[in-house]
Structure formats: structure tokens, C-alpha cells
């Protein structure tokens, strides 16, 4: 399958066969299920591209390097690029809708196993104006706990790779207890999995309180769509992604896909089965996109919109700033899908009828 894939990849860019890889540098919350395939299986190299995965440590560092050249293409969660573009008038594009916040949860520590029991902690955050504190605070409020209020407090720790190991450790590195956190993809499969003493408690899925909510977003500057050389290489990745991703969509194919989450992630097999589902999830999973194409899903996004704004989270927005408007998709603007486009003209289908991984 991938000498195929190569070849007719090669083919279809009209690019030599044994051209040199391209360097992509990809920044990433986490090691999504398209990701996984795309690197396990070998889509990323048939299409010429040599992808370094960069690590994501927290949002704020992780646009600002976006915005500074340091990625080609990031993926995260749709709410930061809104946020940024609306509220700061970053020049920050998203090219597609990668999921729909796949096991999205409120995850504790062992012996709090109940929401309402959150009440006088702090909790874990990423930021507290980006990613998921607002869906936080929506999903408690809903138990009658508010931050304003002081029910809770939260804490500035990290991406989910870091609040997932803390959780896990019941502490910060520097022995200051923790309680719980919101955890994603892949690591509400790990949580049910881990260890039995420390094995953290999922309290809710936010997909119980808000649905569709659109999430992992492909990323990139607005100026390096207008860069030929960036443009391309951000094209020959997105035709990568799409091609694994149909692949992952492929339920013939899933023992192979359970396999490249499994090997990607270093988990165990229960937990890549676990992941695979979540990733495959039709209402949150990778494979949610209207179309199957990385179309976003636009009720999706309004209920982004809808979550931050009740928490007051557009003020530096005009009052009479049109978001409607402002969420049509068109060159220059918050999405713009012609990278996009040209990326699944350039994809070669992955035909389901070969045999192997
Ligand atoms: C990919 O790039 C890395 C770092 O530049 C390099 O070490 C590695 O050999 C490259 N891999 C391939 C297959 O070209
Ligand atoms: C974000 O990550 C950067 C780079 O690792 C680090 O210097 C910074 O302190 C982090 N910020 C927060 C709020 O954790
Ligand atoms: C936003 O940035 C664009 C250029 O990227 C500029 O033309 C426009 O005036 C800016 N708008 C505001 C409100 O700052
Ligand atoms: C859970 O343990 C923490 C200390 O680690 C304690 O402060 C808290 O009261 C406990 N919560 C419940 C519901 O027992
Ligand atoms: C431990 O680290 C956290 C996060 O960096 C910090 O807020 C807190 O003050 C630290 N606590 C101690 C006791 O150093
Ligand atoms: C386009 O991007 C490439 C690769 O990042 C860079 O080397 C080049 O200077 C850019 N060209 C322009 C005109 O900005
Ligand atoms: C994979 O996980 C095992 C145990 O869970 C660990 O011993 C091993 O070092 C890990 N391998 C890598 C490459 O991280
Ligand atoms: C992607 O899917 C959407 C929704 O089904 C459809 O309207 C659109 O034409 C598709 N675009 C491409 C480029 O395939």
C-alpha cells in the first residue's frame, strides 16, 4: 500500500519520485488519530513531507509561535483562532475543522467523584480566557458552581499532556496538590485505563451539555497562504492528513488504525480501541466533519461563539461586530477553505480494497 501511494502520489503532484522529503513543522495540542495514521502509515512520506511534530506546551506560547514563523501549520482547538482574530485582530487563518472535541471530559482526582464536589478547589486550565475554560465554567454552572461566584479558582498549569500527568500524579511538579482538569483525546481513554490507585474519576463529557462544538482546527498565518512556498507545503500536508484521515474513516481498516494509535501513542491496546472510537465518534470524532472533508461544522462554531460570549469573553469586540458575517469563509478571512480545496484535488484516495497496513 504505500509503495502505491507513493507512486501515484508522486504522480499526481508531478513531483520526482525520489525528490528530497520537505521539512514541515507542525505544532499540536495533541497526536490526534489522523496524525497517528498519517505518521505510522507512511502518508506523510508519500507525499514528500518529513513532519516534525512540535509539542504544544501551552496555548499562548503556542500561537505566539504560530504567528512568529516558528510552525507551518498547527492544529488546535477553533477557539483560539477565534478569540485572537476577534478580540485582537491576529492574522490567523483556519483552513478546516479537524474534530469535534473527540472525549472532551471533567476529570478528577480519585476520591472527588462528583461535580459538585469541585466546590472550593482550583482547577486545572491551559489559560483562563482560551481553549476549554469556558466550556468549564458552562458545564459548572450547570451544578450551580460559578467562578465569579468563587466556587472554584483556576489554576494556569498547561496543555493537556501536562494537566494529564499532573492529574495522574495528584500534584505540580512542585508538590502542590491538584484536583481536576479537563481532559481531550487521547487522554479520557488513558484516564479510564491508568493505574488503579491514581486512576482519575470523569465526572462529565461536555458533549452531554453542548453539541455539536466544533474543536481541533487546522491553523496557519494568514500571510503564508499568500507565500507560494508556504502554501504548498501547507497544501501537501492537509492532502496527507485528509488521505489518512480517510483512511481512518475506513471501518475495514480499523484494525490498522487501532495499530498506528496504538504504536503513535505508546498505549495499550484497550486504550488505542478506547481512542480509536472517540476518534471515530460520528457527533465528536475526527471523521464529524460535514462531508467527511474537514468542513466545519457551522453550528459547531456559533456554539463556540455562544459559550465565550456568555462568559464576556469578546470585550474587546465592537457591540455591533457581525459575527455571521464575520464566519463566512473567503480569502483574508477567520476560515478560508481554498488551501483546502486544492489539497483534496491533489489527495490520492486510498483504496480500501488493498490488503495490509
Ligand atoms: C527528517 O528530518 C530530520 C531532522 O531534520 C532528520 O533527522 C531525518 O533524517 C529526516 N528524515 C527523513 C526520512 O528524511
Ligand atoms: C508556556 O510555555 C512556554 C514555553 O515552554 C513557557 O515559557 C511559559 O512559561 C508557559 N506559560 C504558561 C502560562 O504556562
Ligand atoms: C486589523 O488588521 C488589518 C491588517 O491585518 C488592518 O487592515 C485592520 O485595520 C485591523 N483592524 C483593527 C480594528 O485593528
Ligand atoms: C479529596 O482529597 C483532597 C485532598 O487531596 C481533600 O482536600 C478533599 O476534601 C477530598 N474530597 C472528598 C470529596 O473527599
Ligand atoms: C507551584 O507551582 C505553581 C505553578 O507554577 C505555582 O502557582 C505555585 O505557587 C507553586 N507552589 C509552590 C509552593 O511553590
Ligand atoms: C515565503 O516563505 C519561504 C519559506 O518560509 C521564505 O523562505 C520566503 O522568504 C517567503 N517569501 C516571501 C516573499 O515572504
Ligand atoms: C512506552 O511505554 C512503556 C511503558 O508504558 C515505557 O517503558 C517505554 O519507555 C515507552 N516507550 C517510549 C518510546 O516512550
Ligand atoms: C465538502 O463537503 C461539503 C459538505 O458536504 C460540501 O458542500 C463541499 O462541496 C465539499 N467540498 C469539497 C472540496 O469536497
Do not use: W
Amino acid at each position: 500500500m504505500r509503495t502505491t501511494l507513493l507512486l501515484l502520489s508522486s504522480l499526481a503532484a508531478g513531483a520526482p519520485i525520489a525528490a528530497a522529503l520537505q521539512h514541515v513543522n507542525y505544532g499540536a495540542f495533541t497526536q490526534t488519530a489522523t496524525y497517528s495514521i498519517a505518521n505510522q502509515l507512511g502518508f506523510f512520506t508519500a507525499y514528500g513531507l518529513n513532519v516534525t511534530y512540535l509539542q504544544v506546551p501551552n496555548s499562548t506560547y503556542g500561537y505566539a509561535t504560530l504567528l512568529n514563523g516558528g510552525y507551518d501549520i498547527m492544529t488546535g482547538t477553533i477557539d483560539n483562532a477565534v478569540n485572537l482574530r476577534f478580540n485582537s485582530n491576529q492574522s490567523l487563518t483556519v483552513t478546516g475543522q479537524l474534530d469535534q472535541a473527540p472525549e472532551l471530559t471533567i476529570a478528577s482526582i480519585p476520591n472527588i467523584t462528583r461535580v459538585d464536589q469541585l466546590k472550593g478547589f482550583s482547577l486545572m486550565v491551559d489559560s483562563p480566557v482560551s481553549g476549554y475554560a469556558f466550556i468549564l465554567r458552562k458545564v459548572l454552572s450547570r451544578y450551580g458552581l460559578y467562578l465569579e461566584n468563587g466556587d472554584y479558582t483556576f489554576r494556569v498549569v498547561g496543555s493537556t499532556v501536562i494537566r494529564y500527568a499532573d492529574l495522574v500524579a495528584g500534584s505540580l511538579p512542585n508538590g502542590t496538590a491538584v484536583y481536576a482538569t479537563i481532559l481531550t483525546y487521547p487522554f479520557t481513554s488513558e484516564a479510564r485505563d491508568a493505574y488503579e490507585p491514581q486512576r482519575p474519576i470523569i465526572l462529565a463529557s461536555v458533549a452531554d451539555f453542548i453539541q455539536p462544538f466544533t474543536s481541533s482546527a487546522f491553523t496557519v498565518r494568514e500571510s503564508a497562504l499568500q507565500n507560494t512556498t508556504s502554501r504548498a507545503l501547507i497544501r501537501t500536508f492537509k492532502a496527507a492528513m485528509y488521505a489518512a484521515n480517510q483512511y481512518l474513516a475506513t471501518p475495514t481498516r480499523q484494525g490498522c488504525s487501532i495499530e498506528a494509535i496504538k504504536n503513535q501513542l505508546n498505549v495499550s491496546i484497550t486504550v488505542a480501541k478506547s481512542a480509536y472510537l472517540a476518534a471515530t465518534n460520528p457527533l465528536t470524532g475526527e471523521t464529524s466533519s460535514p462531508g467527511g472533508n474537514f468542513t466545519m461544522n457551522r453550528q459547531g462554531l456559533l456554539n463556540v461563539i455562544d459559550v465565550r460570549s456568555q462568559f464576556r469573553g469578546f470585550e474587546l469586540v465592537p457591540a455591533d461586530f457581525n459575527f455571521n458575517e464575520a464566519i463566512v469563509p473567503g480569502v483574508g478571512k477567520l476560515i478560508d477553505y481554498s488551501v483546502r480545496d486544492e489539497a483534496l484535488a491533489a489527495t490520492v484516495r486510498y483504496s480500501p480494497a488493498t490488503s495490509g497496513c
